[in-house]
């Protein structure tokens, strides 16, 4: 019944306060059993209570009451330990972090209560967990806390069943706990009496600061002017990349975004994630916080001291991005802090609580009307994603190259770890390491059966693999990245063993089986095998990876098939010649190294396709950020109307294979510029070529007699494209299948990398 043990305080609180006696026993199968005695009108009162109040983490499948004749059997309400041995013995429960709760905001700011503006306030059901345990079971001594011994105060309540803060392992106050301190760049203490108090007014003067949180560090600066978020964007080395926000609460969210029920839900749970929303009409926050963008990323404050904060500041809403240096993971040290942020941060705000897990904020947006997670991490983990089967083996996952997290298989159960980042460099590898290794501590794996990783062999991820398995003596299995994209979707939606899918797999690029990078991808298949039955049409990347920094030489590469040199060299000064660093002497040598056909990978990828329609359209000549020139173009295409341009898609087949072309929606794209306003062509490009994908997937699944279409990659953030998608599936009485669990993007990979290996697949 209820899925924490911290429920099981809960219950006894609610019980003895109604002065019934009985017990509750934890059953240790993830059941609880309460026998109470009482009133009458007390009971109803309590099932009240326990329906309506309980803890936001406990959740409930289900509830049966029965009532009995009074017998007069107990004179005591207790809590019973459960004798029976826990059915699931080597996997405990382990809490994510919890947004501060409500009783916990009103004691904060309570002028009479102990912990008035006490920034680490926290209590049995709210606080941080997962970025605080170095070890299991979760008890204060396994946790970070252990620094701060309980004063007796504190003590009393953590000893008293009665109290809210009953064996509370996160419970501290202002005599015993953390402290939070406002330094310069040097680390000298500028204030240690109100330090929250003065970092507002730093804010609200245009400050630069870096606050170190509950699992990592966050650089901060207001939002109401440009000057400040663009010497960030400066400091940072972020030209473009848009920087999440936090406001004070959700009214203050409506005054500048849009709020749907299903994001307003997402953004005040208590697992508080950052939440992609569409700018309102009435927008007036600076626009180098997302520029380009139709969408702004704003979350609500977490932490006692998130809210302290909004106190102090006279700012609507503040910068909250990660404090790193550019591709390195997060500052969690006071000491990394002030070291690797000194040219970024004015001032420092700090304390003496240690993180034992980095953990960036979980980033999500709501796509078609279902939460799509592009970051899972924060509130999220560690919670396992849940099985249809259970594994003989155990696995490990290293994952692939970009936003990566790693994951641990055991039984019923997936394991992700926190979200890592692009594992290119030693730190963020050392990172990713030590996480799969806390992870396996956490569910007490000493060392697993066999590992997968990701088939390409030059990525870090890939070569971790190998030498971890050659330490353990176990096998290494590569498992192709479209192909663990479409197993994430499968298990996450518990797709029978004997069912086959048709999943479309449309992203950036992932390694192919036959050595070339693949990326707009039609597989049938299942758990353990596939079939790649379609892909978008292969088109050259002159420049190899320059192509994907700068789409106007995929324009190029697409472009040269059907136009003559003169002709292509002409429309690319024409529209595109801001994408040639060099401008004309840089286009002449790729126009060179396109008929002399060196160095021209070919690529199937739906991400290029896209970054090409963006340059050709002059949204984006310079990708700074993943998926950059695809996301302005669909910001574009919002505005749009995808009927008043003329955009077609042609299906061509190639032996049993299905081969999209895009070579014409390149062309009828150039044409309908010089016609159709730029925002309608982007939308009618988009929908062709989500429709070429969804005719191709609807045929091979007549074919076949299957009833299932999914669509994952990262190109299934793209609202048009997915509900363009959507709607083709359903026309055809099939049904369809999309991310809620896992990303739909390369944050998930890990998971279908490890449930593919653990059915077999080799
Ligand atoms: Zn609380
Ligand atoms: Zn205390
Ligand atoms: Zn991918």
């Known amino acids: ?63 049966n009451v029965k009532f009995m004749n009074y017998r007069g059997e107990f004179s005591t309400f207790k809590i019973k330990k459960s004798k029976k041995k826990t059915k699931k013995s080597g996997i405990s429960y382990i809490p994510p972090d919890i947004a501060i709760c409500k009783e916990c905001l009103h004691e904060l700011f309570d002028p009479n209560d102990r912990r008035y503006l006490y920034p680490f306030i926290a209590c ?62 040097n680390g000298e203490v500028i204030d240690d009496e109100e330090p929250l108090k003065t970092a507002g007014k730093l804010i609200d003067e245009g400050y630069i600061l870096a606050i170190r949180g509950i699992g990592g560090t966050h650089i901060a600066t207001k939002t109401t002017e440009d000057d400040p978020v663009l010497t960030l964007r400066e400091r940072r080395r972020r030209p473009w990349q848009p920087f999440a926000i936090m406001a004070p609460d959700i009214n203050v969210v409506r005054s500048f975004a849009e709020v749907s029920k299903v994001e307003e839900e997402l953004l005040t749970s208590f697992r508080r994630p950052i939440v992609a929303l569409k700018k309102s009409d009435e927008y007036y926050l600076s626009e180098w916080i997302s520029p380009g963008l139709h969408t702004i990323g704003v979350m609500l404050p977490y932490s006692g001291f998130h809210y302290m904060l909004f106190r102090y500041t006279k700012e609507p809403a503040v910068i909250m991005t990660s404090g790193n240096l550019p591709r390195e993971p997060m500052a969690i040290t006071n000491e990394d802090a002030l070291k690797r942020l000194r040219n970024i941060a004015d001032y420092f705000l700090l304390h003496n609580r240690r993180i034992y897990q980095r953990c960036d904020d979980s980033v999500i947006r709501v796509v078609d009307g279902l939460p799509k997670f592009l970051r899972r991490s924060r509130g999220y983990v560690p919670e396992p994603i849940i099985l249809p089967f259970k594994s003989s083996v155990v696995v490990l996952g290293t994952g692939p190259e970009l936003r990566v997290t790693g994951a641990v298989l055991l039984e019923d159960r997936c394991f992700l770890t926190q979200h890592i980042g692009d594992v290119e460099i030693l730190e963020t590898l050392e990172f990713l390491k030590e996480s799969l290794f806390h992870m396996m501590k956490l569910t007490r794996v000493k060392k697993p059966d066999i590992i997968a990783c990701d088939l390409h062999p030059l990525f870090l991820t890939t070569r971790l693999a190998k030498e971890l398995a050659e330490q353990w003596n176990i096998d290494v299995v590569k498992v192709q990245h479209h192909f663990a994209h479409m197993v994430k979707l499968l298990v996450e939606h518990k797709i029978p063993l004997d069912e086959n899918i048709v999943c479309i797999v449309a992203d950036g690029v992932g390694y192919g089986l036959d050595g070339k990078p693949w990326g707009g991808e039609i597989f049938v298949g299942s758990y353990n095998w596939f079939e790649r039955r379609g892909h978008l049409e292969p088109q050259p990347m002159p420049g190899g990876d320059l192509a994907a920094k700068y789409p106007a030489r995929m324009v190029a590469g697409i472009l040269s098939k059907v136009l003559s040199m003169e002709e292509l060299r002409e429309i690319l000064l024409d529209k595109c010649i801001k994408g040639f660093k060099k401008g004309e002497i840089e286009l002449n040598i790729v126009l060179s190294q396109i008929s002399k056909k060196i160095n021209l990978t070919e690529t199937t990828s739906a991400g290029r396709v896209l970054d090409a329609i963006s340059a050709l359209l002059g949204i984006c000549f310079e990708r700074t950020y993943e998926g950059e020139p695809a996301m302005r173009l669909e910001s574009i295409a919002t505005l749009g109307d995808p009927s008043k341009a003329k955009v077609t898609v042609s299906i061509e087949q190639d032996g049993g294979t299905y081969v999209i072309n895009t070579t014409n929606i390149l062309l009828d794209v150039l044409e309908e510029s010089k016609k159709a306003r730029r925002e309608h062509v982007a939308a009618a490009a988009q929908e062709a070529l989500a429709k070429g994908l969804v005719s191709a997937a609807i045929n091979i699944a007549m074919e076949e007699g299957i009833k299932i279409i999914g669509f994952s990659g990262g190109v299934a953030y793209n609202e048009a494209i997915t509900k363009t998608i959507r709607k083709e599936v359903e026309k055809y009485k099939l049904k369809f299948i999309s991310h809620r669990l896992l990303p739909p993007g390369d944050g998930g990979i890990s998971a279908g990398q490890t449930v593919a290996t653990a059915m077999g697949y080799r």
């Open 124 to 185: 049995s059901i709210c606080g941080p967990r997962f970025t605080i345990i170095f070890d299991l079971p979760y008890d204060r001594d396994k946790t970070t806390m252990v620094d701060f011994p309980l004063c007796p105060e504190c003590a009393r309540e953590y000893e008293d069943p009665l109290d809210r803060r009953f064996h509370a392992q996160v419970i501290a106050c202002p005599v015993c706990g953390p402290k939070m301190v406002l330094c310069d760049k």
């Open 1 to 63: 019944m209820f899925k924490e043990l911290v429920s099981v305080p809960f219950v006894y609180r609610i019980a003895v306060k109604r002065a019934l006696t009985g017990y509750v026993l934890n059953q240790g199968d993830g059941s609880v059993k309460i026998v109470v005695e009482g009133e009458k009108k007390n009971i109803d009162d309590f099932l009240e209570v326990l329906k309506n109040d309980k803890p936001p983490i406990s959740k409930y499948t289900s509830i």
